[in-house]
């Protein structure tokens, strides 16, 4: 699941829970090219451990570039998993100084300095990426989460509409659309585009095998309802922080995104259970 990561290293007031697209999901997923590449590699050690020869400080010099480029990619990813961001950030800076024209490598490492609260870094990498290949849809809809982040909520509007332009499919530009117009106070823009959203997220559950994660559909409900609540529809409210629980995943780890934004549903819910228990029991 690709939901906006925080920055972990950031006091900034406006971490919003806006989704976030990585050009790679994060994790092996039993890759059997690169299952292979490293029995290779394992192979080309112990060979030389035999031989009583220390291997080559290259350790990757047995593998073609694109190979090469391909461990070094999943060794950044593992990294950024397990929550080393500043190793991760050296492998992807390994990776584009071999090849400075991979936009996927820049906005990779653009994400990584988000989450680490880097704005003015990750806001290079997005604009290099977007440089090398002005087309990527999901590299606007991050940019502009670090527009919003950093405050600049103009530049995150036109980033996110820009990414709709480009792919009018993708759910999370249009969710973190809805998420800053409610920031703003526009509240039914905000709605208007929660809807819409929600409808795209049913057609494409219908249209496609994979529809879209339930998480991401729990994320759409919860922000429907909390603008919901912010203008005093509170039956409508409460109906999405409901559903939004239904879909959200259970979990334990505080550092899942999908745990806090359930936390987070609780909440508000418990707010407005709160005012209207008093109220039901005149």
Known sequence: MNLRMFPVSSNSSRRLRRATASSESYGRQGNPALQSHHAVLSEF?????????????????????????MLIRQQAMDKAQQGDLVEAIELFTQLIESNPNSASNFNNRGLLHFRRGQFESSLADYNRALGLNPRLAKVYN???????????????????ETAIDLDPTDIRARLNLGITFRQLGLHDLALENFDLTLQF??????????GIPAALKGHLYAERGRAYHLVGDWNCAIGDYHRALAHLPIS???SDVSCRLRNQVKGWLNQLLNLLLPESSQ
């Open 45 to 69: 050690s112990n060979a030389y451990q035999l031989m009583g020869s220390p291997a080559p400080r290259n350790r990757y010099a047995c593998l073609s570039q694109s190979d090469q480029e």
């Open 142 to 160: 991050n940019r502009a989460n670090c527009y919003a982040a950093m405050g600049n909520f103009q530049a995150a509007i036109a980033d996110y």
């Open 201 to 210: 997220s049913q057609f494409l559950s219908t249209t496609d095998t994979d």
């Open 252 to 254: 334990d780890d505080s």
